[in-house]
T-cell receptor, first 116, second 117 residues
Framework: GAVVSQHPSRVICKSGTSVKIECRSL??????MFWYRQFPKQSLMLMAT?????????EQGVEKDKFLINHASLTLSTLTVTSAHPEDSSFYIC????????????FGPGTRLTVL | AQSVTQLDSQVPVFEEAPVELRCNYS??????LFWYVQYPNQGLQLLLK??????LVESINGFEAEFNKSQTSFHLRKPSVHISDTAEYFC???????????????FGKGTLLTVNP
């Protein structure tokens, strides 16, 4: 149980285009999901908290107009990187808290974004 | 505000040797502590956690960590490592939702454990 999937696993796009990344909780419902960004050989940095039925909460320094988050249902959150640039290339990981313990988060496998 | 410090960015060891990966945290409220492992190009997998109760927690693959409140530490140990333990290990802290943080995790910078034959 408590499996989180992400799609796509890898994506390469041209500069200026938009890319959508999906995060799904496969066997449980998640009213909250978290989006992280990880640069090579660095730690995970929380970008935003996705809330089902309401607006996402962004961390300081994260451009909400560039990183659009939509929590469409209790099992799906999407992150859209708009007008992507090479500096947006990174590993994006989502997570969702478990049902039994909100303190335990389950992570997706990540999406590697490369912007040319 | 919370922070996590992993003192060692890289730890090389030989197979079957013991290892300790250090983690210290700071927080103004009660904390919940986690160790996650990340293999190349993969997401994070929970290794073990401290939420409450016994301060010594163990994983199914031989790792253990001890919560030391006075030293604000949660060091990860294994008495005998295998080559398959080679991975990046992240220590993380959560305040359990107090102060309106919504259970978000704060991660350390990670420690790359490399087990050599």
């Amino acid at each position: 149980g408590a499996v989180v999937s992400q799609h796509p696993s890898r994506v390469i796009c041209k500069s200026g285009t938009s890319v959508k990344i999906e995060c799904r909780s496969l066997d449980f419902q998640a009213t909250t999901m978290f989006w992280y960004r990880q640069f090579p050989k660095q730690s995970l940095m929380l970008m935003a908290t996705s809330n089902e039925g309401s607006k996402a909460t962004y961390e300081q320094g994260v451009e909400k107009d560039k990183f659009l988050i939509n929590h469409a249902s209790l099992t799906l959150s999407t992150l859209t990187v708009t007008s992507a640039h090479p500096e947006d290339s990174s590993f994006y990981i989502c997570s969702a808290p478990g049902l039994l313990s909100y303190n335990e988060q389950f992570f997706g496998p990540g999406t590697r974004l490369t912007v040319l | 505000a919370q922070s996590v410090t992993q003192l060692d960015s890289q730890v090389p060891v030989f197979e079957e040797a013991p290892v300790e990966l250090r983690c210290n945290y700071s927080s103004s409220v009660s904390v919940y502590l986690f160790w996650y492992v990340q293999y190349p190009n993969q997401g994070l997998q929970l290794l073990l956690k401290y939420l409450s109760g016994s301060t010594l927690v163990e994983s199914i693959n031989g790792f253990e960590a001890e919560f030391n409140k006075s030293q604000t530490s949660f060091h990860l140990r294994k008495p005998s490592v295998h080559i398959s333990d080679t991975a990046e290990y992240f220590c993380a802290v959560s305040d359990g939702g107090s102060g309106g943080s919504n259970y978000k995790l704060t991660f350390g910078k990670g420690t790359l454990l490399t087990v050599n034959p």
